[in-house]
């Protein structure tokens, strides 16, 4: 080829350096939700603590009383379109747009049960999915928002359609605020006064275990709680753990939030086998944590949360053994009619036995509500949350198939 002509032929473009603000995602399926690549070089400040949010703005010559504005228009008025700022000047604003964004997930699929339970499916950056459930209350208008930490879970307890989800990642506290926020905006619930609020409180019941990812989840649970921002009540956020022991005391001596416990059995060999993490924290040093939670007390308990199994943890010997197992731990349990998921082993137990044993228990002097089933038909109950989206994989479809030969073989079909 002639020299000449050499100087016309196109050069391989060299890869940018990009900043590190989530950038990742999957291209393998189109998703109209996906923010385009300039609108992931851009840093959300959702999830910055103040200190940090200053920080960030600080370049653009934003002084730390307009930081604290900044902080009103984002978590007490739930602006996200810096143009709608108007404390601030037009420059500002147009200088914040270029280099920022007040980032919510996206919605993917959005479903509402016959009994006003909201399910959404959220896409993150890199087009992960989590779910998040709003659930109105029926004699209040006070609902509570199920909320995700992960992105999948590790633990693999045997009753949880969750469980069946590998783990991919923790989320970030952005993502976990987000969730809150996006609840908010399509709650119309920004302008509400507080007692007017459809979503006051906030329960870490969703996919993943919040106490692996403590160091986000924490962040965000910061955040949440502080009294110029969304501020929602310590005593209005509930974590939920299926017992990280050695998690526990930190999270009440930093964090001060309600504690609930899964726990659904209440000897080791059952535990082992419906939640494989009692072996490594079995149920002695469970309790004890309980016991030790920093700030118990009688106006300050500990939830138990013990799914009802058919056959498995639903008798009246078992209500005694957990009468026994709770004693001198100020508590409450809540009883959950098991909420049936695709390939699920298990079966709910009949309404007799609940309310037997939701009976011995209360006369023995522990305060144990039925949880109605909530979202059933959308699978947003207690248990049944799974990204609709996430392929199975060849160990997902062989644990499944596991679970539904066990059910076979216990009714006999096989």
Not at 395 to 406: D, G, M, P, V
Request: positive net charge; hydrophobic residues 40%.
């Amino acid at each position: 080829m002639p020299m000449a002509q050499k100087k016309h032929i196109k050069q391989p473009l060299k890869p940018v350096a990009l900043p590190d603000f989530n950038l990742a995602f999957d291209i393998s399926k189109p998703n109209r939700h996906i923010p385009s690549i300039m609108e992931q070089a851009k840093k959300s400040l959702i999830g910055l603590p103040r200190e940090e949010l200053l920080a960030a703005v600080a370049p653009l010559g934003v002084e730390p009383f307009r930081a604290k504005q900044l902080w009103h228009w984002m978590y007490v008025r739930g602006v996200t379109d810096f143009a709608l700022m108007t404390s601030f000047s037009k420059p500002l604003r147009e200088e914040l747009a270029k280099h920022f964004v007040v980032q919510r997930p996206a919605i993917t699929e959005a479903q509402k049960s016959v009994d006003g339970t909201q399910k959404w499916l959220l896409s993150m950056n890199d087009n992960q999915k989590v779910e998040m459930v709003h659930i109105p209350s029926v004699t209040r208008d006070i609902g509570a928002l199920c909320i995700s930490s992960q992105v999948g879970c590790t633990l693999t307890c045997r009753f949880c359609h969750t469980g069946t989800q590998r783990l991919v990642r923790n989320l970030d506290a952005t993502e976990i605020i987000g969730q809150v926020m996006l609840a908010r905006d399509q709650l119309g619930d920004w302008t509400a006064q507080s007692q007017d609020r459809l979503l006051n409180n906030i329960v870490f019941m969703g996919m993943g275990e919040p106490l692996y990812n403590y160091d986000q989840v924490s962040k965000a649970i910061k955040m949440l709680t502080d009294p110029d921002g969304i501020s929602i009540s310590k005593r209005r956020i509930t974590l939920s753990t299926s017992g990280v022991v050695p998690m526990m005391k930190q999270c009440g001596e930093e964090l001060g939030v309600n504690l609930a416990i899964s726990l659904h059995a209440t000897n080791d060999e059952l535990r082992n086998h419906i939640m494989p993490l009692n072996r490594k924290y079995p149920i002695k040093e469970l309790m004890e944590a309980c016991r030790n939670y920093p700030g118990l007390s009688n106006s300050r308990r500990i939830t138990f949360e013990y799914v009802m199994l058919k056959g498995v943890n639903d008798s009246i010997a078992d209500a005694k053994a957990l009468v026994k197992l709770l004693a001198g731990i100020p508590s409450k349990v809540n009883l959950i009619p098991f909420n049936a998921w695709p390939g699920s082993a298990f079966e709910c137990s009949d309404d007799d036995t609940i309310e037997a044993f939701g009976d011995y228990l209360n006369n023995a002097g522990y305060v144990s509500p039925i949880r109605r089933p909530r979202g059933r038909d959308i699978l947003a109950a207690c248990g049944q949350l799974k990204s609709a989206s996430m392929k199975l994989s060849v160990t997902e479809r062989a644990a499944i198939a596991e679970l539904q030969r066990e059910k076979e073989l216990a009714q006999g079909l096989v």
